[in-house]
């Protein structure tokens, strides 16, 4: 930047105003939160040093200036300060304690050992927000500023000051710059700092011959032109056979060295911002946010229809059909202006013509110095009526592949304001590793979420769709993966309708998590629901179970809890096998119990008996069980937990859906749940006496006669005429078939009306009935065809005495 005197015209003293300059951030604390590499240059301690300590024990922060280079409102007191630090200004430690609400500058000599003193200006704003930042600092070397002269009266000096925003006509580039070297934040973060920094007071530099000249934040690197002429300058020397002047040589070494060094330090940064979390959403926010403002001014960015919807690697090299689907947009323009123009979520392909498509096919960066109006029309044109092209145009732009093990999962466009240097060659370097790096954390979370829908797709698989209405109840279920170890685990629920209107209701848990757990419980619920169609008491049926699981393999434990829900009877028969027990939550005063219940032994133990209990209970009481996830958390007793769950179990709740969702809150909120979560609660409406009608009937052909005309009477009475014709005539096929098959004098027939028309003949013949096809000849086995064409269920089982035929009708609407 020039500066201008009143005696001629206008002269450059070590590029005056556009400097490297040290940031630092220091939080409520007074410790240090951000240390720029032009910190580390300048007062020599590393980031890794820096970060965490005193800033008082870092910066300057007391004494005084000479005075003929005090800036008005220092401090005029000398003093000599620790570290090596002669503070020349005024009093710095003010502001590091937050004791100032106004903006200081000052100037300091810094010494080391065996090396002349660096002058240091500063600059100190104090900040206010939501953020942990309480005060920013802004330093530069002030030596590289000022003219090479002897230090006598006459000589010029320099000193930091303030001035209006709106004195420099130039000042703008600030706002731009400053959020180059501010520490990774979002772009509100960055902009809230800036926005405070324009309003206290632009930072300048006073002269003494009463210029000022607003200072613009410089990275360090060269610009294209003065590198270019660095060496040239070379080039000539060493051609003429002369020496290369020392100080160009060393010079251009310094800033390339300091170049490539910023770049690193760049990166490093981005490394350590990006990866914290296997969300790919967040992945990709944080991929965005890492690389703006700091290193262009707008980042997009692109990923593949497999790579989002979380499915396995994208298959084949991309062509012009792939779908590209935007989902990031971050930039520093302000707010809402790409929103309409180019939104988060979009899918669209791009033609070969277009840069986008050369960095995806070919897999490397593709350098756009500036795009013309040519290129941004042929850009535009994909966009369909939105015209991009003000948004884009006389920018330059880098796209960056982003790829893992050799395929490009997506692409980041990064552009760069007009007003801003354009990308180069190193900046092409820096972009591709920084997309590699991206890449493979993009690619980590693509694999974690590819992972995790592949395990809870297995767990759905697993779990029961258990109709909400079962014959005499109402049944609702949750089920919570485990948050800790995986989420994929070997809880399972179930409920399967047996003989006589019961249901079955069952909560198991493997012992142990992950994808064996998960195959050990698809087997164990499975040998259940066949061994609960048999009938078979429930102790008996965790005894089956037990003896199947030491047969498959000493690895299978689990515990189980199985239940028989009677309606008519209004009984419950429960037996366990080392689960938590159920708790029953009393209709008539709303008082919840947990069910004393022999405990048994888990599944697979072996050598142990099992008991079936019998519990009495009323229309309305409510079942819960559940699994030991549920109420057992690290540290605390197991009965802190039971006595929670009997207490949100008899909370009030106007449906079965928010009785879980209580019981869920007031268990899952306590923290530490590692284990997956399975409950069951039912509420037990049971089936009152006059919707239930027995009789029993001779072992007669006559009585399928009898059967029809007490169906078709009981029928008439419960208002359900529209069901006689059909009834009538499945009950006669069912009735027949067990008088021809039954061994014994007796045939029981039961008719029950609850949310369906279910109707039951029992008799002594324990072979079960199968659907046949029956041919033109034969005499028999179209009974059971006529049933499955006319019945909306029907079913067989085996009882204790012999075997169960049932069949459904649904009840007609009721008109309004």
């Given at each position: 930047?020039?500066?201008?005197?009143?005696d001629g015209?206008?002269?450059q003293?070590?590029?005056?105003g556009r400097?490297p300059l040290a940031?630092?951030v220091?939080d409520g604390?007074?410790?240090?939160?951000h240390w720029s590499s032009?910190a580390?240059?300048?007062f020599?301690?590393a980031?890794d040093e820096?970060?965490?300590?005193?800033?008082?024990?870092?910066l300057?922060?007391s004494?005084?200036l000479p005075?003929d280079?005090t800036p008005s409102?220092?401090?005029?007191?000398?003093g000599e300060?620790?570290g090596g630090?002669?503070?020349l200004?005024?009093?710095l430690?003010a502001?590091?304690g937050?004791?100032?609400?106004y903006?200081?500058?000052?100037?300091?000599?810094?010494?080391?050992?065996?090396?002349?003193?660096?002058d240091v200006?500063?600059w100190?704003y104090?900040?206010?927000?939501?953020g942990?930042?309480?005060?920013?600092?802004?330093?530069?070397?002030?030596?590289?500023l000022?003219p090479?002269?002897?230090?006598?009266?006459?000589?010029e000096?320099?000193?930091?000051g303030?001035a209006?925003h709106?004195?420099?006509a130039?000042?703008?580039?600030l706002?731009?710059?400053?959020p180059?070297?501010?520490?990774?934040m979002?772009?509100g973060e960055?902009?809230?700092?800036?926005?405070?920094?324009?309003?206290?007071?632009?930072p300048?530099l006073e002269?003494?011959?009463?210029?000022?000249?607003?200072v613009?934040p410089d990275?360090g690197?060269?610009?294209?032109?003065e590198?270019?002429?660095r060496?040239l300058?070379?080039?000539?020397?060493?051609?003429?056979?002369?020496p290369v002047?020392?100080?160009v040589q060393?010079?251009a070494?310094d800033l390339?060295?300091?170049?490539?060094?910023e770049?690193?330090?760049?990166?490093?940064?981005?490394?350590g911002a990006i990866?914290?979390?296997?969300?790919?959403s967040q992945t990709?926010?944080?991929?965005?946010?890492a690389v703006?403002?700091r290193?262009?001014?707008v980042?997009?960015t692109y990923l593949?229809?497999q790579?989002v919807?979380?499915e396995?690697f994208?298959?084949g090299p991309?062509?012009?059909?792939?779908?590209?689907?935007r989902?990031?947009?971050?930039h520093?323009?302000?707010p809402?202006?790409?929103d309409d123009v180019?939104?988060?979520g979009?899918?669209?392909p791009?033609?070969?013509?277009?840069p986008f498509?050369?960095?995806m096919?070919s897999?490397q960066?593709?350098l756009?110095p500036?795009?013309?109006?040519?290129?941004?029309t042929?850009i535009?044109?994909?966009?369909?009526k939105?015209?991009i092209?003000p948004?884009i145009?006389?920018r330059?732009?880098l796209?960056?592949?982003l790829?893992?093990r050799?395929v490009?999962l997506?692409?980041m466009?990064?552009?760069?304001?007009?007003?801003r240097?354009?990308f180069n060659?190193?900046?092409?370097v820096?972009?591709?590793?920084l997309a590699a790096?991206a890449?493979?954390v993009?690619d980590?979370?693509?694999?974690?979420t590819y992972q995790?829908?592949?395990a809870e797709?297995l767990?759905?698989s697993?779990?029961p769709?258990?109709?909400?209405?079962?014959?005499?109840?109402d049944?609702?279920?949750r089920y919570l993966?485990?948050?800790l170890l995986?989420?994929?685990g070997g809880d399972?629920f179930d409920?399967?309708k047996l003989?006589?209107?019961r249901?079955?209701?069952?909560?198991?848990?493997?012992?142990?998590?992950?994808?064996n757990s998960a195959?050990?419980?698809?087997?164990?619920?499975?040998?259940?629901q066949?061994?609960?169609?048999l009938?078979?008491?429930?102790a008996?049926l965790?005894?089956?179970?037990?003896?199947?699981?030491?047969?498959?393999g000493?690895?299978?434990l689990?515990?189980?809890l199985?239940?028989?829900?009677d309606?008519?009877a209004?009984?419950l028969?429960i037996?366990n096998a080392?689960?938590i027990?159920?708790?029953v939550?009393r209709?008539e005063?709303?008082?919840?119990?947990l069910l004393?219940?022999?405990?048994g032994a888990p599944?697979?133990?072996?050598?142990?008996?099992?008991e079936?209990v019998?519990?009495?209970v009323a229309?309305?009481?409510?079942?819960?069980?559940?699994t030991d996830?549920?109420v057992?958390?690290?540290g605390?007793?197991?009965?802190?937990g039971?006595?929670t769950?009997c207490?949100?179990a008899a909370?009030?709740a106007?449906?079965?859906?928010?009785?879980c969702d209580?019981?869920?809150?007031?268990?899952?909120?306590r923290?530490?749940?590692k284990?997956?979560?399975?409950l069951?609660m039912?509420r037990?409406?049971?089936?009152?006496?006059?919707d239930v009608?027995?009789?029993?009937?001779?072992?007669?052909p006559a009585?399928?006669?009898r059967?029809?005309r007490l169906v078709?009477a009981q029928?008439r009475?419960?208002?359900?005429?529209?069901?006689?014709?059909?009834?009538?005539?499945?009950?006669?096929?069912?009735?027949t078939?067990?008088v021809?098959?039954?061994?014994?004098e007796?045939?029981?027939?039961?008719?029950v009306?609850s949310?369906?028309l279910?109707?039951?003949v029992v008799?002594?013949e324990?072979t079960l009935?199968?659907?046949?096809?029956?041919g033109p000849q034969?005499?028999?086995g179209r009974?059971?065809?006529v049933?499955?064409?006319l019945?909306?269920?029907w079913g067989?089982?085996?009882?204790?005495?012999?075997k169960?035929?049932?069949?459904?009708l649904?009840l007609?609407r009721?008109?309004?």
């Amino acid at each position: 930047m020039e500066r201008g005197t009143p005696d001629g015209p206008a002269t450059q003293s070590a590029v005056a105003g556009r400097i490297p300059l040290a940031v630092v951030v220091v939080d409520g604390a007074g410790l240090v939160s951000h240390w720029s590499s032009g910190a580390r240059r300048l007062f020599g301690y590393a980031k890794d040093e820096a970060v965490g300590r005193r800033a008082v024990d870092l910066l300057p922060v007391s004494g005084a200036l000479p005075d003929d280079s005090t800036p008005s409102g220092g401090s005029a007191d000398p003093g000599e300060l620790p570290g090596g630090y002669d503070e020349l200004g005024p009093d710095l430690e003010a502001s590091l304690g937050g004791r100032t609400s106004y903006p200081t500058a000052g100037r300091a000599r810094l010494s080391e050992p065996g090396q002349s003193r660096i002058d240091v200006l500063w600059w100190a704003y104090p900040l206010v927000g939501p953020g942990p930042e309480r005060l920013l600092v802004l330093a530069a070397d002030a030596d590289s500023l000022s003219p090479e002269a002897p230090e006598d009266d006459g000589a010029e000096r320099i000193a930091p000051g303030f001035a209006l925003h709106t004195e420099f006509a130039g000042a703008d580039e600030l706002a731009r710059r400053l959020p180059e070297i501010l520490p990774s934040m979002s772009v509100g973060e960055s902009g809230r700092i800036v926005s405070q920094v324009l309003e206290l007071g632009y930072p300048v530099l006073e002269f003494s011959q009463h210029d000022r000249v607003p200072v613009t934040p410089d990275w360090g690197v060269p610009r294209r032109a003065e590198r270019k002429a660095r060496r040239l300058r070379a080039q000539q020397a060493l051609a003429q056979g002369r020496p290369v002047e020392p100080e160009v040589q060393e010079d251009a070494e310094d800033l390339e060295y300091a170049a490539v060094r910023e770049r690193l330090e760049f990166l490093n940064e981005v490394s350590g911002a990006i990866g914290s979390s296997l969300d790919l959403s967040q992945t990709i926010l944080e991929v965005s946010r890492a690389v703006v403002p700091r290193f262009t001014d707008v980042a997009g960015t692109y990923l593949r229809e497999q790579v989002v919807a979380g499915e396995g690697f994208p298959e084949g090299p991309p062509d012009e059909t792939t779908l590209w689907h935007r989902v990031a947009v971050e930039h520093t323009d302000e707010p809402g202006r790409w929103d309409d123009v180019v939104p988060v979520g979009e899918s669209m392909p791009f033609p070969a013509h277009t840069p986008f498509f050369q960095c995806m096919t070919s897999g490397q960066p593709v350098l756009v110095p500036r795009i013309s109006e040519e290129m941004g029309t042929r850009i535009a044109a994909q966009f369909e009526k939105r015209d991009i092209r003000p948004l884009i145009n006389n920018r330059s732009m880098l796209v960056v592949p982003l790829k893992a093990r050799n395929v490009v999962l997506g692409f980041m466009i990064l552009l760069r304001h007009p007003e801003r240097v354009e990308f180069n060659d190193m900046d092409r370097v820096t972009g591709a590793e920084l997309a590699a790096r991206a890449g493979l954390v993009l690619d980590n979370a693509r694999m974690y979420t590819y992972q995790e829908n592949v395990a809870e797709t297995l767990q759905d698989s697993m779990l029961p769709h258990i109709a909400p209405r079962m014959s005499g109840c109402d049944i609702a279920t949750r089920y919570l993966p485990g948050t800790l170890l995986g989420r994929v685990g070997g809880d399972w629920f179930d409920s399967v309708k047996l003989p006589g209107s019961r249901t079955a209701l069952v909560v198991g848990d493997v012992m142990g998590h992950g994808l064996n757990s998960a195959a050990m419980m698809g087997q164990l619920r499975t040998a259940v629901q066949t061994m609960a169609a048999l009938d078979l008491p429930p102790a008996q049926l965790l005894r089956n179970l037990d003896d199947l699981a030491q047969r498959l393999g000493e690895q299978y434990l689990a515990t189980c809890l199985y239940a028989v829900y009677d309606p008519i009877a209004g009984e419950l028969q429960i037996s366990n096998a080392g689960h938590i027990p159920p708790v029953v939550v009393r209709a008539e005063d709303g008082r919840s119990e947990l069910l004393e219940l022999p405990t048994g032994a888990p599944i697979g133990v072996g050598g142990v008996p099992f008991e079936t209990v019998r519990v009495p209970v009323a229309p309305g009481d409510r079942l819960v069980m559940c699994t030991d996830g549920l109420v057992e958390v690290r540290g605390e007793d197991i009965g802190v937990g039971l006595a929670t769950l009997c207490e949100s179990a008899a909370h009030p709740a106007a449906s079965m859906d928010q009785a879980c969702d209580t019981i869920i809150r007031a268990l899952n909120t306590r923290g530490g749940r590692k284990d997956d979560v399975a409950l069951l609660m039912a509420r037990l409406n049971g089936i009152a006496a006059e919707d239930v009608a027995d009789w029993q009937l001779s072992v007669d052909p006559a009585e399928a006669g009898r059967a029809r005309r007490l169906v078709r009477a009981q029928l008439r009475r419960w208002g359900l005429e529209p069901l006689v014709e059909t009834a009538e005539l499945l009950v006669s096929e069912v009735v027949t078939n067990a008088v021809r098959h039954a061994h014994g004098e007796r045939l029981a027939l039961r008719l029950v009306r609850s949310d369906v028309l279910q109707c039951e003949v029992v008799d002594d013949e324990h072979t079960l009935p199968t659907l046949r096809s029956a041919g033109p000849q034969d005499e028999s086995g179209r009974g059971l065809a006529v049933v499955n064409a006319l019945a909306r269920e029907w079913g067989t089982a085996r009882t204790g005495e012999g075997k169960s035929v049932w069949f459904e009708l649904s009840l007609p609407r009721r008109r309004r």
